[in-house]
């Protein structure tokens, strides 16, 4: 189970959450996943118009098969900041850099009920 609570920061308006969740190849070291947590960390920066970010490991259940391994949050002002971080020249070269280690990525886009 994964609830994630705080990511919407009330004082900054915001349209869009996204997720972006991974599952790294088995043989995966703790020290390569942490890495990977600093530098998303460090690449969301250069993002256009991230109002808030936040990311975790997900929270093994008993005998529930979890698909992922961590959960990145990153929410957006605008859906048009949402779309060119897409295209965004860091998070391209985060990608190029780490997507050796992915098995499986889901990122999907949500819009903030107000």
Request: aromatic share 10%; glycine share 4%.
């Amino acid at each position: 189970m994964l609830v994630i609570y705080g990511a919407y920061v009330p004082h900054k308006p915001a349209e869009i959450q996204r997720v972006v969740c991974i599952k790294f190849k088995p043989g995966t070291t703790t020290q390569e996943v942490e890495k990977h947590l600093r530098d998303f960390a460090v690449m969301k920066k250069s993002v256009k118009d991230v109002v808030a970010y936040s990311a975790g490991h997900v929270q093994k259940a008993d005998n529930s098969g979890e698909e992922f391994d961590v959960i990145h949050y990153l929410t957006f002002r605008t859906n048009e900041a949402a779309q060119e971080y897409k295209l965004n020249a860091d998070r391209l070269a985060f990608v190029k850099a780490n997507e050796g280690h992915w098995d499986k990525v889901l990122e999907m886009n949500s819009n903030i009920e107000k």
